[in-house]
């Protein structure tokens, strides 16, 4: 239960703009990073104190890397399991645990775990084989959405039927792999929480994100999202049961659905900062990225109070060669991942329009 | 006059904690940096891309250094002149420029540049010998602060005179080097202020700082000043003069006194980023780091309004072996800056107390 004093390494799996933007949030702390990513010349790597690069399963990398960092921590859920367990046995806190990356690396386990924790679900289907699909897609109302059950992200891995004339092509699309087909949700409003367990049970949820996205990409998040206080608190309170039950540490985001009378359903988890939360950046005194070292740490949270209102557009693709207007804009903070290569839906970087409340 | 593109690379003279936030904020906005220090393990090193340990008048250091950069800027003001010039021989821009060190390097030309500049000054007196200091201070009044003319800071190299008796003592305890004599100034308050001019010629100053120091370090600062509406506008309208006339692009800031009536004397600059201006990290949009980066890479300059009161504490020697209890402080941001030794007085970190407005 000791906490890492400041000076300690915090190891960081993942090299993109996440792995980023903890490493500068650990070196805020005065802790030292290292890096361990598959990708040469990463974002990560280079704000970070030391840096691998090798495979997730190259065992004497990983054996080096758990020998130089104090505990660790990832960017991604799809980290292969066996990678935390590795570092597990040579007696490295990894936070949070391998255990909660298992539960979200599969779609139904995820599902299923979500109702065992009392949050809500929309009506879906099990799929293992094309000729479940035709069936599955008549019980729930003719149009659905087909996930892979495992390594999807940002919209990949997915195909919309509109009918049973559809399954084919959307089994094709997505790989043939075991998937969910899930009823299409008529939702008024996307929104999603960012909260944290720390070491020592504490919990703390920053406010509400409004979500929107567009293929399948998360384009822009406001808040405060315009839900009323009933379904702000019970989507808190979702996120919680599910946080507590996964005996978690760390931060960790859960998409939901609003429906036209307030109801909420569980859409996904992602376990570890968020893109909905990167207007914590500029708009509270602990951002997303603080809290997560800090849990990683063992520190105590930080207060997640925020002290503006503020809307968080992402950058995709060529969107960020506007670079020299965006950092015109007043009351407006603008992040570059120091990605190389502009490719299209590529994350690139985001900027924060600030709301500043009427000084007192 | 064109803007460095994102994933050029800053070079940072100095490894200290000015450096190491310099290049947080370089990183930001997508910017590689590469840290020149005399220092070993150094906090700025440890967050950048690249670091080159050398002796500040290494010359093969230099030239490397220089064909890896695209810009250059430093986190203190006795950076060798050769130094500077060395860079700019190898066509990479140094900004602000080498000139601007010069004049700020030395108390006495400093004085005289802000005399030029029309901001006043309290009265003073020259001094090269142990025997000019006997009548220099009665002029001054019989109570004067003795200081080097060159490099001096946090109080370092400064001796205070209650009398003719103290003048060997004093002049032995500054190094017997050349020196300025400065009357008492009454004042009822220590302001300054942190602005920024870019490449384009635009001026940007945040709010004015009010500080409190402690045996000639700063402690506090806290904003807003308790200022009145034209106070605050001399200081800035002196800063900028003081800044057209150095042709200045950068960050800089001015201390002053304020005495009892309003009015104003001007006591020293920083040509760089100022441990008075560290509360813009966390309440304003654009610190004063990130508006140093955009200076020296050509960019606009940020917007340096601020959305919430402040006040700033640094954390000096081993008060920062509190930080478990201050990482549990409500509406507070901890900043620590990976220094391994907590030598007395020495800058270990700082923390902001943040007072949101209240919400609209």
Redesign the interface.
Known sequence: MS?L???ATIGILGGGQLG?ML??AA??????THVFTDEPDSPAA????AATVAAYDNEAALAAFAASVDAVTFEFENIPAATGEALLRAGKPVRPGPDCLAVAQDRLSEKRFFVEAGAPVGAYVAIDHLDQIGPALAELGGEAVLKTRRMGYDGKGQAWLRGAADAAGAWAAIGAAPAILEAKVPFVREVSVVAALGLDGSFAAYDLNENVHQAGILARTTVPASVSAATAKAAIAYTRAIMDRLDYVGVLAIEFFELADGALLTNEMAPRVHNSGHWTL?AC??SQFEQQI?AVAG??L??P?R??DVTMHNLLGEA?AD??AL??????????????DARPGRKM?HF?E?K?????
Chains 1, 2 share one sequence.
Not at 46 to 49: A, H, I, P
Not at 327 to 340: D, E, F
């Open positions: 906490a004093p400041p000076g980023r490493a500068l070196a805020e702390l005065g802790f030292d280079r704000v970070s104190t500029d005194a602990v800090r520190w105590p930080g207060d109070a002290f503006c960020a670079w020299h950092a015109q804009k007043p009351s407006s903070k603008l992040h570059l991942y120091g990605k190389r970087g924060t600030l500043p409340w009427p000084r007192g």
